[in-house]
């Protein structure tokens, strides 16, 4: 005999965002953000603690052609829109007692102010996975913490950034 049991959420534990949220929220950054397209760079997982994105391999991002190694660039740019992902999501996290629409109004202002990233192994693979989250939301400036992997879940590159949100 199974016993089942039943947990509420606790108060540490962030609210998931609603389906509206997320639309808009990907909407944003896949279509609206043009340069992101032109990476390939699409949402796979949004939530308030964190955010998971993926890259395909495809010619136009090779950096080294002998090796077919993705652009260092693609790896720096990728990272930096992942973090002002996890920040825009932390920012919608903060605000979930408004509704999803004016939350999204709320990322004018973002920009990058510092950046930096770590180059560990080589880019090669078919697909990467990229992955942000918030150190910090403070009222004018947030710390992110990002890494890109390969399709064998190795980390290849490790970044951090900041933010400047109002």
Request: glycine share 6%; net charge positive.
């Given at each position: 005999m199974s016993?089942?049991?039943?947990?509420?959420?606790?108060?540490?534990?962030?609210?998931?965002?609603?389906?509206?949220?997320?639309?808009?929220?990907?909407?944003?950054?896949?279509?609206?953000?043009?340069?992101?397209?032109?990476?390939?760079?699409?949402?796979?997982?949004?939530?308030?603690?964190?955010v998971t994105g993926r890259i395909d391999m495809?010619?136009?991002?090779?950096?080294?052609?002998?090796?077919?190694?993705?652009?260092g660039g693609v790896i720096s740019a990728g990272l930096d829109a992942m973090g002002g992902l996890a920040v825009m999501a932390a920012i919608g996290a903060k605000h979930m007692d408004e509704p999803p629409e004016q939350r999204l109004h709320r990322f004018g202002k973002l920009g990058t102010i510092d950046l930096r990233i770590d180059y560990l192994r080589p880019g090669i693979g078919s697909h990467f996975e990229l992955?942000?989250?918030v150190l910090r939301l403070g009222s004018r400036v947030a710390s992110?913490?990002?890494?890109?992997?390969?399709?064998d879940g190795e980390i290849m590159s490790a970044g951090a950034a900041a933010y400047i949100v109002s």
């Open positions: 016993k089942t049991t039943h947990t509420t959420p606790s108060a540490s534990e962030p609210r998931a965002f609603e389906p509206e949220f997320i639309t808009g929220l990907k909407a944003i950054f896949e279509e609206k953000i043009v340069f992101n397209q032109v990476l390939g760079l699409k949402v796979t997982s949004l939530r308030p603690d964190g495809k010619p136009e991002l090779v950096g080294h052609y002998a090796y077919n190694r993705i652009h992955r942000a989250n992110t913490r990002m890494e890109f992997l390969g399709p």
